[in-house]
């Protein structure tokens, strides 16, 4: 990925991976920065999401997208 842009940033391990996953399976590169130096020094900071330019949009838009609500969480309510 030439040019890169931080499209989110977390302070959760497993809210990071969640999102990295979700973008990768929409066929997105996504690269977790700070990943390997949080191995290390575990508490380092945010981890940083980023994803090339051309993909921002995409990426933003799917990470935004909080799904339809079933009829199950609707009768919940």
Do not use: C, H, W
């Not at 499209?7 to 999102?19: G, H, T, Y």
């Amino acid at each position: 990925m030439a040019n890169v842009v931080t499209i989110a940033s977390f302070n959760e391990p497993l809210e990071a991976e969640m999102a990295k996953l979700r973008l990768e399976s929409a066929g997105i590169e996504v690269f977790l920065s700070g990943e390997n130096a949080r191995i290390l020094e575990p508490g380092l900071g945010p981890l940083q999401l980023q994803v090339s330019e051309e993909d921002e949009a995409d990426a933003r838009a799917i990470l935004a997208d909080q799904g339809e609500a079933t009829e199950d969480s609707e009768q919940a309510s």
